[in-house]
């Protein structure tokens, strides 16, 4: 049997003492919170049909004379408003026939001492009266009795699994302390030998055999179990110096093999050096590098200057393929980038018929106006801050002399790319990078704003309120709107605002109008 067996049987033997020793105290525990509920329910009830209930106990109770009184409609009466109105608070704690009797036992007792006087005692202490209330005989036994069948169901079913795996002796031994803990079994001990309820001793015993047995046991299947541990490691020693020995005869093998192949083919190269060097030198200048790979593979253990020599010039020639070959692919891949990322619309031909006055100032150079468009929709998407060309437009601002373009992308970023530009490679920024600085335009608005001032000194800004500065995404231009107040040449302080626009690279313009 495994330790971890043994744990797990030590464990449920000490739970089952624990709950014997406690089985008293955990009865007494629930009885009392049984008794507070009970008392709880009938407090409650009665506060509320106290006067009711008052009067009933008077107007049910008929006096027949010579010192006879008939109560029984009261009796009557109480048995239904227990029934009726206090049990269904405590329903839960009403199990068995014996629960229902004292249940009612208990109402009826506390709400006839409630009744007694002539107000509702509302100080009535009801954990004290319920404590004491109910008896708790007989709540520790039936405590035991589900206890007991978890462990007599546990030690049967480990009976089973030793009888199986470790041998009879040990199984049979289990399945007695399973009968012993069944509380059928118990029961007829107790009947026959009362002194072996009374410290559990036949349990007790029962449990020292088992263990002890079956720790001489275990001891036995340790020392077969260790021998065939070491049995098994000396088979794993053996079997892995057999695979050393097979792994050097192989490596052995291998390489016997290599140097007859070597030999063979440096005969072959001897009798036929000329022809193995022509078709080499033929494989390389005609790049049928696959081909050329293959000779100097089967003659790579030859040593010969000619051959040593063909070999560098194929390892060029080869590395010069691959950097080709390498090249055309990123540029095959730059242009199908390219297709799929700048619109069929983006780079319309300029005409006569659509673009007349453009057309006829730069007859001269349409032809490198329409290349310089198609680099600069590269150059933006190569820059990694243009999702997909939108338009490409010569801007207004170009000359004869130096050409300058926009470039607009579908994430709504414009893009100034001069001619200079373009030939130089110089770095690409979008409008709003090259945006002015807020704060340095409101600055930059206020010195205009006084400059255009009547009266510079009696200008008065509206800082907190009345300035604002917003940045316009594709265009990148600044706006700012200043509210001040300033005095005319009679010396009338008036309202205004002031509109400043920065564009990028570009000094700001102003505007200024009365302030409604």
Request: hydrophobic share 40%.
């Amino acid at each position: 049997m495994s330790p971890k067996l043994y744990l797990v049987l030590v464990l449920l033997a000490l739970g089952a003492y624990l709950f014997w020793l406690t089985r008293e105290q955990l009865a007494a525990m629930q009885t009392k919170k049984k008794g507070i509920a009970y008392g709880k329910a009938v407090m409650a009830a009665v506060e509320t049909h106290y006067v009711e209930l008052k009067d009933k106990s008077v107007l049910l109770v008929e006096d027949k004379g010579y010192q006879v009184v008939d109560d029984s409609k009261w009796k009557a009466e109480l048995d239904k408003f227990i029934t009726m109105v206090v049990r269904p608070k405590v329903e839960g704690f009403i199990r068995t026939r014996a629960d229902q009797a004292v249940f009612h036992q208990f109402a009826t007792t506390m709400l006839l001492q409630l009744l007694d006087g002539d107000v509702f005692p509302r100080q009535f202490p009801v954990e004290e009266y319920a404590a004491g209330a109910i008896q708790s005989a007989g709540e520790a036994e039936k405590l035991l009795i589900p206890a007991r069948w978890l462990f007599s169901i546990v030690f049967v079913a480990v009976a089973v699994y030793t009888a199986i795996h470790q041998g009879w002796l040990g199984g049979l031994l289990m399945l007695v302390a399973g009968l012993v803990f069944n509380p059928l079994t118990h029961q007829k001990m107790v009947q026959k030998a009362p002194w072996y309820d009374r410290y559990n001793l036949g349990i007790w015993a029962i449990l020292g055999i088992v263990l002890l047995a079956n720790i001489s046991y275990f001891q036995h299947a340790q020392a077969v179990y260790d021998e065939s541990q070491a049995l098994l490691a000396e088979q794993q020693k053996q079997r892995a110096i057999e695979q050393q020995r097979v792994a050097e005869q192989r490596r052995v093998d291998t390489e016997q093999k290599r140097l007859a192949v070597e030999a063979q083919a440096a005969n072959e190269f001897a009798a036929k050096r000329l022809e193995v060097l022509e078709n080499l030198s033929r494989a390389i200048q005609e790049e049928r590098f696959s081909d050329a790979k293959a000779i100097l593979d089967k003659y790579s253990a030859v040593s010969d200057s000619d051959l040593v020599a063909l070999n560098g010039e194929y390892e060029l020639k080869k590395e010069a393929f691959d950097a080709k070959e390498a090249a055309a692919k990123a540029e095959r891949k730059r242009q199908e980038n390219y297709t799929a990322r700048i619109r069929d619309y983006a780079i319309d031909e300029y005409t006569s018929a659509q673009y007349p006055k453009l057309t006829a100032k730069y007859r001269s150079r349409l032809t490198e106006i329409k290349n310089f468009r198609r680099t600069a929709a590269e150059r933006v998407i190569d820059s990694g801050k243009c999702d997909y060309v939108e338009n490409v437009q010569l801007s207004d601002e170009s000359t004869l002399r130096s050409l300058k373009f926009f470039i607009d992308c579908a994430n709504e970023n414009r893009i100034y790319l001069t001619e200079a530009e373009l030939k130089s490679g110089a770095e690409v920024r979008t409008q709003a990078e090259n945006s002015w600085d807020e704060g340095e335009a409101i600055v930059a608005c206020r010195d205009m704003t006084k400059r255009s001032a009547t009266i510079p000194s009696s200008v008065n800004f509206h800082s907190f309120t009345g300035t604002s500065a917003t940045t316009a995404k594709t265009t990148g231009n600044v706006q700012v709107l200043l509210n001040f107040d300033a005095k005319n040449v009679f010396g009338t302080e008036i309202g205004y605002t002031a509109r400043c626009i920065f564009e990028p690279r570009k000094q700001g313009s102003i505007e200024i109008f009365l302030r409604e």
